[in-house]
């Protein structure tokens, strides 16, 4: 299995250790959406990790479209990703709400792991759907 398919199945098992196995020591993670990136470091990104988890609690990532560099260094991925938004996300209060968004991803891939994540999502499109469920809306 390629390090992005560890990757992704370590955050769709919601176990923050194994997605930070996945991952340089010297790691920028830069969701663009994220007011603190970019972060460095496991430690920072683990932290980060936990916040997410504790805000979509079932995250759940479907990779749909894959592309590779040649030499492997650069990994682009298109995911379909569900869940239930408990908490503050993508600057939103959840309130339990059900989101799905396509979310690009680019990685730098360094000796065999992740030295490089950059995620981009429409997060007013997570607002909308907040929105709709909110105002009982048919989603």
């Known amino acids: 299995m390629d390090i992005v398919d560890r990757h992704f199945a370590a955050e769709n098992a919601h ?6 196995d996945t991952y340089t020591d010297d790691i920028v993670w830069d969701d ?6 970019p972060v460095r470091g496991k430690e920072a990104v683990g932290a980060v990790y936990t916040d997410i988890l504790a805000a979509i609690p ?14 492997g260094e650069w990994v682009l991925d298109i995911s ?4 239930h938004v408990e908490g503050q996300w993508a600057g939103v209060a959840g309130g339990g709400a059900p989101v799905e968004i396509r979310l690009l991803h680019l990685f730098r891939v360094r000796d065999g792991l992740i030295a ?3 995620a981009w999502f429409d997060s007013a499109g997570v607002l909308r759907q907040v929105e709709a469920y909110k105002a009982g809306e048919p989603s």
């Open 80 to 83: 379909n990703v569900t869940g």
């Open 116 to 118: 490089y994540e950059n």
């Open 15 to 20: 176990d923050v250790g194994a997605t930070l």
């Open 32 to 37: 663009v959406t994220h007011p603190l990136s």
């Open 58 to 71: 079932d995250v759940h990532f479907d990779s749909t479209l894959r592309f590779t560099s040649a030499d």
